[in-house]
């Protein structure tokens, strides 16, 4: 019961709390150490934080990428992509952004006050070079949709690989003729980190968002070439993707995510350390804790002998 194996009642009350629908997340978790998809997805546990004076990283990126989908959304609306970078365009990415910096600070999401008003004026600054590299890097694709979801209550369905249902959203789907591209924003900056977040050589391994999110978004332009695109919102500059090969890709992708899941839903949840470093549930880690004993953790699986 320790090593990830699971049967009987364990198995049947792990089995029912995997989701019907899982995200990309939930997948990269899945595939990265199976333990630790046991323990944060069917046992419920998870790193809630410590408590920040500042504004919440997560919630800095929220008011970003929600301000961003008031403002492309209204351009778009109007036929007046891309943006050209002047006074006017930033003033209305900055009107959009007004109403959710004051619904955040109506709900006191916005840390130590005593810090807020810098903080909201850097936020804003941010936002001034998001809409100066949308003028920068304008190349023709304009978007077709923000904050695309699909899968859950969503209006469109969830994407099905090999009997695996994936739900999620897309932060952006831009296109022109033959052509699609995934955006999705990132909060931090354009770094060596950013870029391995689409390495192709890595997709269906333990990446699963992007090609995912690129076979969702094919099916707003069947037979278009895909790509996939982060837009680093710290510095507004853009990381792009090698062309993918959708189609063979995702036969690949689907066998598997079929494995993945159908081991799952096997109980077969064994330790694969490699990334403990960053993980918050080594406490009831049996591996984490031999380690800190001392002991040789073993390879994968070695634990349902011990």
Do not use: N
């Not at 546990?45 to 410590?50: F, N, S």
């Not at 009997?163 to 033959?178: C, E, N």
Request: charged residues 25%.
């Amino acid at each position: 019961p320790f090593a990830g194996l699971l049967a009987g009642a364990g198995l049947a009350a792990a089995a029912a709390r995997l989701p019907a629908e899982w995200s990309p997340t939930a997948l990269e978790t899945l595939a990265r150490c199976p333990f630790r998809a046991l323990l944060s997805t069917a046992l419920g546990l998870a790193d809630e934080g410590a408590g920040e004076l500042d504004l919440d990283p997560r919630d800095a990126g929220s008011l970003l990428h929600a301000a961003l989908e008031r403002f492309v959304a209204g351009r778009v609306a109007r036929g007046a992509w891309p943006p050209l970078d002047g006074e006017a365009d930033r003033a209305e990415a900055r009107a959009a952004a007004g109403e959710v910096l004051a619904r955040f600070e109506a709900d006191g999401r916005v840390g130590d006050p005593a810090a807020w008003a810098a903080r909201r004026e850097e936020l804003l600054h941010q936002l001034d070079r998001i809409v100066a590299s949308e003028a920068r890097f304008a190349d023709g694709l304009a978007p077709i949709g923000v904050e695309v979801a699909f899968g859950g209550a969503a209006p469109r369905p969830p994407l099905e690989l090999a009997g695996v249902l994936v739900r999620g959203r897309i932060d952006r789907i831009d296109a022109a003729p033959g052509r699609v591209r995934v955006i999705d924003y990132k909060s931090g900056r354009a770094t060596g980190a950013a870029a391995e977040l689409l390495d192709g050589e890595r997709y269906g391994v333990d990446l699963f968002q992007p090609p995912l999110y690129m076979l969702a978004a094919l099916r707003e332009r069947p037979g278009a070439a895909v790509e996939a695109e982060l837009r680093t919102l710290a510095d507004g500059e853009r990381i792009g993707s090698k062309p993918w090969d959708a189609a063979a890709g995702r036969a690949a992708l689907g066998a598997r995510l079929a494995g993945m899941v159908g081991a799952a839903r096997g109980g077969r949840f064994p330790i694969l350390a490699g990334e403990c470093s960053f993980c918050a549930l080594g406490a009831v880690c049996r591996s984490e804790g031999r380690r800190a004993g001392g002991e040789d953790a073993g390879p994968p699986g070695d634990e349902a002998a011990a």
